[in-house]
T-cell receptor, first 113, second 113 residues
Framework: NAGVMQNPRHLVRRRGQEARLRCSPMKGHSHVYWYRQLPEEGLKFMVYLQKENIIDESGMPKERFSAEFPKEGPSILRIQQVVRGDSAAYFC???????????FGQGTRLTVV | KNEVEQSPQNLTAQEGEFITINCSYSVGISALHWLQQHPGGGIVSLFMLSSGKKKHGRLIATINIQEKHSSLHITASHPRDSAVYICAVNREGYGGATNKLIFGTGTLLAVQP
C-alpha cells in the first residue's frame, strides 16, 4: 500500500505561468487535504476535499488558486499566474474518514523565478 | 497569539539525553497530532491522540485535555532524531472535527553525537 504520492517533488515556474500540483491519496482514502508551508513559516491549511466535492476551502487565497479531486485520478492544486510569493512547500494529506489520522505526502516544493 | 504554541523553538541536545517538547493550545480540540519533518523532507505522522499517553519505540506522547497541553518525549536521543517536530490540532466543533489542522510553528531539534 503505497503512501500519499505527490508530484512533482520540485517545480520551477516563471512568474505568470501556471503550476499544477498532483496528489494521489493512499488506497482507500477518499479525504484529501492541502497545506502550504511558506519559507520560515508554519504549515497552514488550504483546502479539504472529498471525491468530486470541495468541503472546506477557507484557507485558499481568493484568487488564482483552485483545487479539485475528481472521481478518477489524483487531486490537483492549481495555481494560475504564479507570483514569487507563491514559492512554498505544498503538502497533501489523506485520510480514510473525516476525523481519522491523516497521512502526509513528501510535498511539492514550488519555486517561482 | 497563535492558537497552538510550542516550546522551545530550538533545542540542542547531546546524544543519549532525554528530550521534552511542549505544546499548548487555546481552542477546543478533538485530537492532537505530533509530526516530524526532516529538512527539505516530507512530513511523518508520529502520533494522533485525544487522551492519555501513547508510546512508540523511544517516543512518548502525552496529553492533558483539562490543561490543554501535550508533551512529546524522546528517550535515549540519537542524531537521527534531529528534525523539526510539529504539534497540530483538530479543532472541535467546526462542523464536526476534520483534519483541517491548526499547526504550531515547530521545534527544531538538533542531537549532537
Amino acid at each position: 500500500n503505497a503512501g500519499v504520492m505527490q508530484n512533482p517533488r520540485h517545480l520551477v515556474r516563471r512568474r505568470g505561468q501556471e503550476a499544477r500540483l498532483r496528489c494521489s491519496p493512499m488506497k482507500g482514502h477518499s479525504h484529501v487535504y492541502w497545506y502550504r508551508q511558506l519559507p520560515e513559516e508554519g504549515l497552514k491549511f488550504m483546502v479539504y476535499l472529498q471525491k468530486e466535492n470541495i468541503i472546506d476551502e477557507s484557507g485558499m487565497p481568493k484568487e488564482r488558486f483552485s483545487a479539485e479531486f475528481p472521481k478518477e485520478g489524483p487531486s490537483i492544486l492549481r495555481i494560475q499566474q504564479v507570483v514569487r510569493g507563491d514559492s512554498a512547500a505544498y503538502f497533501c494529506a489523506s485520510s480514510p474518514a473525516r476525523n481519522t489520522e491523516a497521512f502526509f505526502g513528501q510535498g511539492t516544493r514550488l519555486t517561482v523565478v | 497569539k497563535n492558537e497552538v504554541e510550542q516550546s522551545p523553538q530550538n533545542l540542542t541536545a547531546q546524544e543519549g539525553e532525554f528530550i521534552t517538547i511542549n505544546c499548548s493550545y487555546s481552542v477546543g480540540i478533538s485530537a492532537l497530532h505530533w509530526l516530524q519533518q526532516h529538512p527539505g523532507g516530507g512530513i511523518v505522522s508520529l502520533f494522533m491522540l485525544s487522551s492519555g499517553k501513547k508510546k512508540h519505540g523511544r517516543l512518548i506522547a502525552t496529553i492533558n485535555i483539562q490543561e490543554k497541553h501535550s508533551s512529546l518525549h524522546i528517550t535515549a536521543s540519537h542524531p537521527r532524531d534531529s528534525a523539526v517536530y510539529i504539534c497540530a490540532v483538530n479543532r472541535e466543533g467546526y462542523g464536526g472535527a476534520t483534519n483541517k489542522l491548526i499547526f504550531g510553528t515547530g521545534t527544531l531539534l538538533a542531537v549532537q553525537p
